[in-house]
């Protein structure tokens, strides 16, 4: 069974902090992905990698920034968390090819 | 630029059909369709691929129309299970296999 797993099912940073979301997947993916989901607007991609070490803008990148140091895991950073960061965060992770993703549980980011 | 849903929203009797349409204005390589029911992750349905295919998963089926980049999604004699909200992510070609999501249909099926 795929497992995607997120640090952190709910947190909250105030203005400014630097904010780490971690995702972990357990099934040899090559890609990972990360969403945020507001209400309305949909699932929008921030970030994705389809390597470790490598990385590719999504649609909505700026203020923030990815990190994917060994295959499995791969972390958002918000260097400084804004209010119009207050979001849902989405992981996935997907084989090689135009494969299902998988998403993790999410993360309910509110920042005050 | 994201897909286009359409509806945006639909209720349904059980046992009653319903489609949801997707369309883009890029050429595109596959269609994704994906399932969120409330509080959950979304969940993988179906891919459909380059070529006109059509796939069933159960009740649920879908078809991809290359030319018109469209796929629409087909839910006949829909269940309680069936609630949720839809997405088509679409691929385009040269995208490393990423999906640009549309903004979800939300379905509910009552008794």
């Known amino acids: 069974d795929v497992k995607v797993t997120q640090s952190s099912r709910y947190l909250v940073k105030r203005t400014g902090e630097k904010v780490f979301l971690e995702c972990v997947q357990d099934?040899?993916?090559?890609?990972m992905f990360w969403y945020r989901q507001d209400p309305g607007l949909g699932l929008r991609l921030i970030y994705f990698?389809?390597?470790?070490?490598?990385?590719e803008k999504g649609d909505i990148p700026e203020g923030y920034s990815v990190s994917r140091e060994k295959k499995e895991r791969f972390s958002l950073i918000l260097e400084s968390a804004s209010t119009n960061q207050t979001s849902m965060y989405l992981c996935?992770?997907?084989?090689?090819?135009?494969?299902?993703?998988?998403f993790g549980p999410g993360t309910r980011l509110t920042v005050t | 630029q994201q897909p286009v849903q359409s509806p945006q929203a639909v209720i349904l009797r059980e046992g009653e059909d319903a489609v949801i349409n997707c369309s883009s204005s890029k050429a595109l390589y596959s269609v994704h369709w994906y399932r969120q029911k409330h509080g959950e992750a979304p969940v993988f349905l179906m891919i459909?691929?380059?070529?006109?295919e059509q796939k069933g998963h159960d009740k649920i089926s879908a078809s991809f129309n290359e030319k018109k980049q469209q796929s629409s999604l087909y839910l006949t004699a829909s269940q309680l299970s069936y609630s949720g909200t839809y997405f088509c992510?679409?691929?385009?070609?040269?995208?490393?296999?990423?999906?640009?999501f549309g903004k979800g249909t939300l379905l509910t099926v009552n008794p």
């Open positions: 099934m040899d993916h090559e890609n």
């Open positions: 996935a992770s997907s084989s090689g090819g135009a494969g299902e993703q998988y």
């Open positions: 990698s389809y390597d470790v070490k490598m990385k």
């Open positions: 992510g679409t691929e385009s070609g040269g995208s490393n296999y990423k999906l640009t």
């Open positions: 459909l691929l380059k070529g006109g």
